[in-house]
């Protein structure tokens, strides 16, 4: 089973067009991370969220931890061709006795002119 | 600084070869991860290491082996390749005992047949 769930798994929307992903576990999450991979690169950090209730943004993309540390969301607005590739959601969790990484299986997101 | 390198970017292997997959870091991080990435599976850690000389299994560690002889670089081996091992290969390093913000690699896309 997956520790973190991210939903859609993919996304088309219109160009201008506001969109939301979802992240979530079952688990309290100790740091939420957000990533961006376009296809064939690496991926690229976007945002951290520690804190229940945090939001962070940065330019039309906004990230929000839910009070409860076991949902977080990323929202874009007004989208654009440059947002399509695929969202990662990451956290740091106890596995096995030991803090590691685990990510969400990924969104895939098309904007279409 | 070049951040986290992937050698090589692509190759194709049959059932039974061997390869070693090379990243490498320039940026003085402790910590070295290898991730594999599957349609619908998000990132799932294979190897890690915490510091020169050493090296601890992740969440799929079966079928491949990893050496840190240097600090600066991450090996990882496929003695007998199989098929199920057809995916695409992260690199990423991080500061000591820092999980979060880990810098990825471009990543190594490998074809088992």
């Known amino acids: 089973s997956q520790e973190l769930e991210q939903s859609p798994q993919s996304l088309i929307v219109q160009e201008g067009k506001n969109l939301t992903i979802n992240c979530t576990s079952s688990?309290?999450?100790?740091?939420l991370y957000w990533y961006k991979q376009k296809y064939g690169e690496g991926l690229i950090f976007l945002m951290m969220l520690q804190k229940g209730g945090e939001e962070k943004s940065h330019e039309k993309i906004t990230a929000k931890l839910d009070e409860k540390k076991q949902q977080s969301s990323l929202h874009i607005t007004a989208s654009q061709p440059s947002h399509a590739g695929i969202y990662l959601c990451g956290a740091d969790m106890l596995i096995q006795g030991a803090q590691k990484l685990v990510f969400g299986q990924g969104t895939r997101l098309t904007i279409n002119p | 600084n070049a951040g986290v390198t992937q050698t090589p970017k692509f190759r194709v292997l049959k059932t039974g070869q061997s390869m070693t997959l090379l990243c490498a870091q320039d940026?003085?991080?402790?910590?070295m991860y290898w991730y594999r990435q599957d349609p619908g599976m998000g990132l799932r850690l294979i190897h890690y290491s915490v510091g020169e000389g050493t090296t601890a299994k992740g969440e799929v560690p079966d079928g491949y082996n990893v050496s840190r002889l240097k600090k600066q670089n991450f090996l990882l081996g496929l003695e007998s390749a199989a098929p199920s091992q057809t995916s695409v290969y992260f690199c990423a390093s991080s500061y000591r005992g820092q999980v979060r913000e880990q810098y990825f690699g471009p990543g190594t896309r490998l074809t088992v047949t």
């Open positions: 688990k309290t999450l100790y740091g």
């Open positions: 940026m003085n991080h402790e910590y």
